[in-house]
Structures are given as structure tokens and as C-alpha cells.
């Protein structure tokens, strides 16, 4: 057996599956996080301007009603934008500011000893609200840098690329706090060839992601150890049906999953690829400007209802040429509805931008689906172009 070929990606932008963008910085307390909003010579700069444009206009009015006292509550604001040290700096400064100004005044003493108190006050509990704030935005952050790694290592970040094709595409998940959904998409490289998965978990939820755990792992290990792509197909079956019976023991619903599977060997050799249709989207070719959705005839049943069908699944062949690229969508693509209730015309929006690059074709179609969508995603989006490696 042979060494397999190599798969490689790079990550781009967060839309294009890519990670959190932000800088990463030590606040006070030592935590990891986000970079705070307020720089130092910004918290600076600010917390001397609105001191001055206080003390300046209560000074030069010289009514009844004082507006020193209202820079009690400078600490709160800078609490929520800063990190702990910015907020204990600025409840001190005001501390010094208003009874300093006080005296200024000649206020009484009585008078004084009160707003010192509630000065003082109220900034302890500024800093106590700024530590807690840095303190769940680390804690959040963390959370989030784990989902994100966890993300990488099940979701594979394009673009992938193998000895047979490059795939490049989007995946966003209609809940983006999640960072996965239901669907999935996968590249492996096997002994003949390169086998894609392309699929769609039923619902939404952790349950859903826990089906497309299983399903992955079980792609992987077979698109690699199994002969057929049929063979494939069948352990992707056995992975759904088990985590079912796992999931109804459990109080959670069964899932099915549609699901499009397949086989791509070296041009050379043939232009046929092999696929197996899942009750899945076909796939659409496109070819210079002509565009064309793929007649795969009649489509298997899920995965997960393999028992109901009244033959084994079998998988067809068409030709994917030299200089062809291929489009596998999910439903968030087709099933996307304007104001009026249209759908996303797909193959309309492929022959209009059928020229331009696979990259720029795959994000033109997610601005502009983007756009459509006026009600908004309802659906996790996935798309995946594929174009043969080597000379067209």
C-alpha cells in the first residue's frame, strides 16, 4: 500500500471559515484576552478632556447646581470599555478631582466628607464590576479558542487540496456562537483516488453536531480503508443507524442525513467520477460559461434509512473534465428565500459569474445569497467548489 498524498489547507478570512481575528493581550490580572477598547494614551487623553470640560464649565457658569459631582460616575464608563487598572486609575483621579474642587469651591465640610464617600464608593464598585467583566470575557474567550481549535480539527479549513483536486468553498453555520452546524463537508485521500463528503444533518443543536462527529470520523476511516465507494457509503450508514440508537436511549430524536459522496481519480486516467446521491443536492458543473446541474437520476434514500430501501445503494458516474469546476451545495444554498418568497436562483447566479476564479465565484455567491436572503439565514450555508489539479 501506498503512502497516501498529501491534503493541506490554509485559513482565510472568519467568513471563509477562518479564526477569531483579534490580537491577543494580558490585561492586569494576568488572564489571556481580547485587546482592550480603550488604549492607554486614548484612556489618558479622555479622562483629562472630560475632567477639564467639567471642572471648566462648572467653574465658569458658577451656578447652584454643581457638575463636579456627575464625574463619579467616569470610572463606571471606563469599567465597561477598560481593563482593571484604566478603571482603579480613573476612580482615583476622580477621587482627587472632586474633593479637590470641593475645597476649591469652599464647599462645607460635611459636604466634602459625603462626596469623597460616594466618590470612593462608587469607585470600588467600578472596579469590582470592571474586574468581573475581564474576568468572564477571558473566560469566554477561552471557550471560545477551544470551539475554535475543536472546529479545525473536525471541519478541515479550506482550501483543501489533494493530487487529484483543490476545493475551495463556505461554510457558515446559522448559529455563528456555535461555530459548527449540521452540515459538513470532508476531503480524504484514499488509495485510488480522493473521496469527498458533502452533507446535511437533520435539525440543529448539539445532538446534530454529535451525528456530524461520528459521521466524520467514520468518513475518514473509510474513505481510506474501503475498496468501493459503495463500501464507503455503508459504514457511513452503520455510523448514523448506531449513533440513533445511542441518541433514543438518551431521550433525543433520531437524524437523518443527506448526504453526497464522491470518487475522483487522476485525469489522466479517467474523467468519470463515481458518486452515490444520499437524497442530497446533485452537484452542478461548470464548464467555461456553460452551466449544468448533473442528472444523477433518481437519488438514494439518507443516510440512516438504508433498512427502508428496496435495494442496496449503487453510485453513477459522470464526466468531470479537465478545466471543469464543480459546485456541491447544501440547502441553505438552495432553499434560500428573498422578500417575495423566491428561491435563490442558483444556476442563474453560476452562469452570470461563471467566468471569474473559484474563489471570487464561491464569494460572490455568499454576498450575493447574503443579500437575497432578506429575512435572513435560517439555514447553515455550505459550498464547495472542486477543480481538477495539473494542466486543464
Known amino acids: 500500500m501506498g503512502a497516501p498524498k498529501g491534503l493541506g489547507g490554509d485559513i482565510a478570512d472568519r467568513r471563509w471559515f477562518g479564526g477569531e481575528g483579534g490580537r491577543v493581550t494580558d490585561d492586569a490580572e494576568g488572564r489571556r484576552g481580547a485587546s482592550p477598547a480603550l488604549r492607554t494614551p486614548q484612556f489618558l487623553a479622555g479622562l483629562v478632556l472630560v475632567t477639564a470640560v467639567v471642572i471648566m464649565l462648572d467653574v465658569s457658569t458658577g451656578t447652584a447646581v454643581r457638575l463636579y459631582p456627575l464625574l463619579i460616575f467616569l470610572p463606571a464608563i471606563v469599567s465597561g470599555l477598560g481593563v482593571v487598572w484604566q478603571t482603579a486609575v480613573a476612580a482615583a483621579w476622580v477621587q482627587v478631582v472632586v474633593v479637590g474642587t470641593a475645597i476649591y469651591l469652599r464647599g462645607e465640610p460635611n459636604d466634602i466628607l459625603l462626596a469623597a464617600g460616594f466618590t470612593g464608593l462608587f469607585g470600588l464598585l467600578s472596579v469590582a464590576g470592571c474586574r468581573y467583566r475581564v474576568k468572564r470575557e477571558a473566560e469566554v474567550f477561552r471557550l471560545r479558542s477551544a470551539t475554535s481549535a475543536l472546529r479545525q480539527l473536525l471541519v478541515r479549513p479550506l482550501p483543501l487540496r489533494t493530487a487529484e483536486i483543490v476545493a475551495e468553498g463556505l461554510y457558515q453555520p446559522v448559529e455563528e456562537d456555535t461555530m459548527m452546524g449540521g452540515d459538513m463537508y470532508d476531503v480524504a485521500v484514499a488509495q485510488t483516488g480522493t473521496r469527498v463528503l458533502i452533507a446535511d444533518v437533520q435539525g440543529k443543536g448539539l445532538s446534530a453536531i454529535g451525528m456530524v462527529v461520528a459521521l466524520l470520523g467514520s468518513f475518514r476511516e473509510a474513505a481510506h480503508r474501503e475498496e468501493t465507494l459503495t463500501g464507503v457509503v455503508a459504514a457511513l450508514e452503520s455510523s448514523v443507524v448506531r449513533h440513533n440508537y445511542f441518541a433514543a436511549q438518551n431521550g433525543e430524536p433520531e437524524r437523518l442525513v443527506t448526504a453526497l459522496i464522491l470518487d475522483i481519480k487522476d485525469a489522466s486516467l479517467t474523467e468519470a467520477v463515481e458518486v452515490v446521491n444520499c437524497g442530497h443536492i ?18 438514494e434514500v439518507p443516510l440512516g434509512l438504508a433498512a427502508l430501501a428496496p435495494a442496496p445503494r449503487a453510485g453513477v458516474s459522470f464526466r468531470f473534465a479537465r478545466g471543469a469546476r464543480l459546485l456541491l451545495c447544501t440547502d441553505g444554498v438552495t432553499e434560500a428565500r428573498d422578500a417575495d418568497g423566491r428561491f435563490y436562483p442558483l444556476e442563474e447566479r453560476l452562469r452570470a459569474w461563471a467566468a471569474d476564479p473559484p474563489t471570487s465565484l464561491v464569494r460572490a455567491l ?6 437575497f436572503s432578506a429575512a435572513g439565514q435560517h439555514d447553515d450555508t455550505t459550498m464547495l467548489m472542486l477543480r481538477r489539479t495539473g494542466p486543464s
Open 282 to 299: 446533485a452537484p452542478y458543473v461548470v464548464q467555461g460559461r456553460d452551466v449544468r446541474q448533473v442528472d444523477l437520476g433518481q437519488a
Open 366 to 371: 455568499s454576498e450575493d445569497l447574503h443579500a
